[in-house]
């Protein structure tokens, strides 16, 4: 597909999908996030994809939120429908069985950061900015923001951001714990690339099970997620990863993971 709103690309396990409205700080509109949904679709379908890549481009954002123009002639109802899209998406995007990186190269606000939010970790531009300015439009995030942020970095520091819509330096997001690390603008791309590399040479169905076990723990008691990591650990002993995996070890040789995420 021929995308307006985004740039695919692709080196060798490594997908990168790069929002690309700079004119408008890369603003999610509802054509940009059906074209998201659609991409999804691709990389879900495609083993030879072993990680995804999501960023801005430009140099002045990631994603700066929802699309304002479009939103503000919403009725409730519309409203709804244009919250259930992005919510259901990133939600896809969360569920995706592969690792999901955010290179946030810039502003990371409202939807974009719901956005980066919903990827399994964040590395960030030094110059980045993360926020949830929304109540300073009188509304509230809609694309998950109000549920994820509190769940990742504590409720009361949620509520701080939400409820002032303050904005966070790159350093200070890495200090909440929103962040996993913060680089120098110009090196960014090239330390996400590596973590990326590093990911990709690992087993994608054994990555796919702890991606699971992680997201599905997170939304239940500790007894009930332990019983989630036996099963999956369970199913993991006898894939085609773990006879690799520690056939390899046995061997004294590197492993070579095939890249079925099928366990
Ligand atoms: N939607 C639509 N257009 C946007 C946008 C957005 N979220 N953010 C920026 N733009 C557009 C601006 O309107 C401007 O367009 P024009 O050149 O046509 O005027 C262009 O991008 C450049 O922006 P600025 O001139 O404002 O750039 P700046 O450097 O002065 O400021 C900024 C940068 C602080 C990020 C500022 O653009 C801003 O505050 N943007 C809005 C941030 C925001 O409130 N995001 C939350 C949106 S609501 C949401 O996301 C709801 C949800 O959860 C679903």
Request: proline residues 3%; glycine residues 10%; aromatic residues 6%.
């Amino acid at each position: 597909m021929n995308y307006e709103c985004l740039e695919f690309q692709q080196d060798g396990g490594i997908a990168t999908i790069t929002f690309n409205r700079p004119k408008a700080l890369n603003a999610l509109n509802s054509a940009t996030l059906r074209e998201l949904d659609n991409a999804l679709d691709c990389i879900a379908g495609d083993e030879n994809i072993r990680v995804l890549i999501l960023t801005g481009a430009g140099d002045k954002a990631f994603i700066a939120g929802a699309d304002i123009t479009e939103m503000r002639t919403l009725t409730p109802l519309g409203a709804r429908k244009f919250a259930q899209l992005g919510q259901t998406i990133i939600d896809r995007l969360q569920r995706l069985p592969i690792p999901v990186i955010a290179a946030v190269n810039g502003y990371a606000l409202g939807g974009g950061c719901e956005m980066a939010l919903a990827c399994d970790f964040i590395y960030a531009a030094e110059t980045a900015t993360f926020g949830l300015p929304e109540i300073s439009l009188g509304i509230i995030p809609g694309f998950g923001g109000t549920q994820r942020l509190p769940r990742l970095i504590g409720a009361n520091m949620a509520r701080e951001l939400i409820f002032t819509g303050k904005y966070l330096s790159a350093e200070k997001a890495r200090e909440a714990g929103l962040v996993n690390t913060c680089l120098p603008a110009d090196q960014l791309m090239a330390g996400v690339a590596e973590v990326a590399r590093q990911i990709a040479k690992k087993g994608s169905a054994s990555l796919r099970a702890a991606k699971d076990a992680i997201r599905q723990g997170l939304n239940c008691d500790l007894n009930s997620g332990l019983e989630i990591e036996r099963d999956a650990f369970a199913l993991c002993i006898s894939s085609p990863d773990a006879k690799e995996g520690t056939s390899a070890f046995i061997e004294k040789r590197k492993a070579e993971f095939a890249g079925s995420r099928d366990i």
